[in-house]
């Protein structure tokens, strides 16, 4: 696949992650797809070196979506839990 093709790729995964994960997002869209592109790339990355599966078979395939889907969300699913534990550091808060 192309890079303009995992970029597409990455920013559906990246959508489909965040309806995926409970709760308040909080991030923007601009987070969500930057973090849905590196997600697709880590779940494809994944997929096939590390588990020794043939994820990444076409733009079209099944197991491409849903590696990219679930590296997406395990990548937003971090990011929420790192943000949601930050201490508010405002004045005037506690």
């Known amino acids: 696949m192309g890079i303009i093709a995992w ?26 797809f930057a973090l849905g592109i590196a997600g697709a790339l880590l779940g494809g990355f994944v997929a096939t070196q590390v588990l020794h599966v043939s994820g990444i078979q076409g733009f079209f395939d099944l ?7 679930v590296g997406a969300a395990v990548l937003l699913g971090g990011y ?15």
Request: proline share 6%; charged share 20%; aromatic share 2%.
């Open 7 to 32: 970029i597409i790729l990455g920013l559906v995964a990246g959508a489909v992650a965040r309806m995926l994960i409970p709760g308040k997002a909080p991030q923007g869209m601009g987070i969500t």
């Open 63 to 69: 197991s491409t979506w849903l590696c990219a889907i």
């Open 80 to 94: 929420h839990l790192i943000t949601s534990r930050r201490p508010d550091r405002r004045v005037g808060r506690r």
